[in-house]
């Protein structure tokens, strides 16, 4: 069975305390891996697409990077205003839809 | 920009009620989405559509109907609204996988069933 799993489920952090956050997934034959940010009462925002190995994309503060078994979320020196959850996602086996995972809840304090 | 409209942000309907929750797509996607989104289950596919007239049932479909008459518009229908139907429901569109795959999400809508 096709399956994401996220860590730490939750992360606080001082403003500037870089972190980082995992996405771990089990389904053969990726077809990419797909991270969103979503601020609470909101619709997931996406972020990042990742389809090979030792693929990385950045954007602003945030750097996505890509093994055969997991992603990484990686944040330098964040500031309060990037606290949200972070959402990555693989297409199923059937390559339509998406898998979730749970999601890591970003605490970032001033 | 991408644009996915979800027709309420927050609803309070009774229990038995007939609710529609209805999303707007402007990218001329082929595919649709409806999600629920409860704290501790995080995202879970209720229906999805890859083209007019077509549904195909998600991992919960049970209490739930869909309806898509026209390509941009992917209507749920909860035909007896019940509490444990109370959520927040996400709707999501996107282009063929061989197009780039993103799904675009909605501002979501708050429904409460009292």
């Known amino acids: 069975e096709d399956q994401v799993t996220q860590s730490p489920e939750a992360l606080r952090l001082q403003e500037g305390e870089s972190s980082s956050l995992n996405c771990s997934y089990t389904?053969?034959?990726?077809?990419?891996l797909f991270w969103y940010r979503q601020d609470p009462g909101k619709g997931p925002e996406f972020l990042f697409t990742?389809?090979?190995a030792g693929e990385e994309k950045e954007k602003e503060r945030l750097k996505a990077t890509l093994t055969k078994k997991e992603s990484f979320l990686h944040i330098t020196a964040p500031k309060p205003e990037d606290s949200a959850t972070y959402l990555c996602?693989?297409?199923?086996?059937?390559?339509?839809?998406?898998?979730f995972g749970p999601g890591t809840r970003l605490s970032v304090l001033p | 920009d991408v644009k996915v409209t979800q027709s309420s942000r927050y609803l309070v309907k009774r229990t038995g009620e007939k609710v529609f929750l209805e999303c707007v797509q402007d990218?001329?996607?082929?595919?649709m989405f409806w999600y629920r989104q409860d704290p501790g289950l995080g995202l879970r596919l209720i229906y999805f559509?890859?083209?007019?007239?077509?549904?195909e049932k998600g991992d919960i479909p049970e209490g739930y109907s869909v309806s898509r008459e026209k390509k941009e518009r992917f209507s749920l229908i909860l035909e007896s609204a019940s509490t444990n139907q109370t959520s927040m429901y996400l709707c999501?569109?996107?282009?063929?996988?061989?197009?780039?795959?993103?799904?675009?999400f909605g501002a979501g809508t708050r429904l409460s069933v009292l």
């Open positions: 999501a569109s996107s282009p063929p996988p061989n197009s780039g795959h993103i799904q675009y």
């Open positions: 389904v053969s034959g990726l077809r990419g």
């Open positions: 990742l389809y090979s």
């Open positions: 996602a693989v297409p199923d086996n059937y390559g339509q839809n998406f898998v």
């Open positions: 990218m001329d996607h082929e595919n």
């Open positions: 559509s890859y083209d007019v007239k077509m549904k």
